[in-house]
């Protein structure tokens, strides 16, 4: 314990990798304390082998309870592994496309058409470009944090192959955390409906709750409304999933 102490004194002489995993494994830090525990040792945090999985018991019953706006999760490579029945009620029902296809970066660069029906259209205030350098941006970050998670690689370099666009803007290097956003969402019968977008991360997880709301009173938030009362005529549980490319003078950035 008095190592501890001193590892967090900056006292310590430069311990190695090896012993301050072994400290964090005999103590069972989870991984936020085992990260502090190394930058204390003036070493870098271990890069994570695999994607965590999403769906927590806390965050299955927000999906529950939440059910006033459009919600979805997502994980750290944007595949969607969650919806509440008003997200179906904004963008369409997901389950009509395969798993695999249920993911932002395919529906945004991918050349499946199945994909890029996941949304409606949606049309971001930063437009399509800003939107496309954040959300890939955002991407090469999970790729940093899980360097070796087979299912990422396979996504980035399918990406990179199939689209010289999401290829320019990987090359590029940025890397960011996509936050807030406003969108404009065409829907198929109420028309434009134009709602703040927040990306609400899990501290200790990479997931990635995306939420739709509209100021109160507005004409956007009696547009959120109609989508309700539909939405509860149908309602049911949240759902779970069970498991052509863009250019940069796209219009729709599809979330």
């Known amino acids: 314990m008095d190592y501890l102490v001193r590892l967090e004194q900056g006292r310590a002489t430069h311990p190695s990798a090896q012993v301050v995993d072994s400290l964090a494994r005999a103590l069972q830090l989870d991984r936020i304390e085992r990260d502090h525990l190394h930058r204390c040792a003036g070493l870098l945090p271990p890069p994570d082998r695999a994607l965590d999985a ?9 999906l529950t309870r939440l059910t006033e706006y459009p919600i979805a999760v997502f994980g750290a490579d944007w595949q969607m592994h969650s919806w509440n029945p ?12 395969p798993p695999n296809c249920r993911n932002l970066i395919r529906a945004l660069f991918g050349v499946d058409d199945r994909a890029r029906s996941l949304f409606n259209p949606v049309v971001s205030s930063g437009g399509g470009e ?12 999970a790729s940093s944090i899980y360097p070796h998670d087979a ?19 990987w090359v590029s290097g940025a890397v ?7 969108k404009t969402v065409t829907h198929p019968e109420l028309g434009d409906i134009t709602l703040d977008c927040d990306v609400l991360t899990s501290p200790g997880s990479d997931t990635r709750l995306v939420v739709y709301t509209a100021a109160e009173g507005s004409a956007d938030a009696d547009k959120l409304g109609s ?22 003078d796209d219009h729709a950035d599809r979330t």
């Open 86 to 97: 008003m997200w179906v009620a904004l963008h369409g029902d997901p389950e009509t496309v």
């Open 151 to 169: 299912r990422l690689a396979d996504l980035i370099a399918e990406m990179r192959s199939a689209n010289d666009y999401f290829e320019s803007l």
């Open 54 to 62: 999403p769906i927590t018991p806390g965050i299955a019953r927000m």
């Open 130 to 141: 800003h939107f496309a350098t954040a959300l890939v941006a955002d991407l090469r970050l």
């Open 227 to 248: 989508l309700r009362r539909g939405a509860l005529s149908s309602d049911g549980p949240p759902t779970q999933s069970s498991s052509s490319s863009f250019e940069p």
């Open 176 to 182: 960011a955390v996509l936050c807030a956003d406003r």
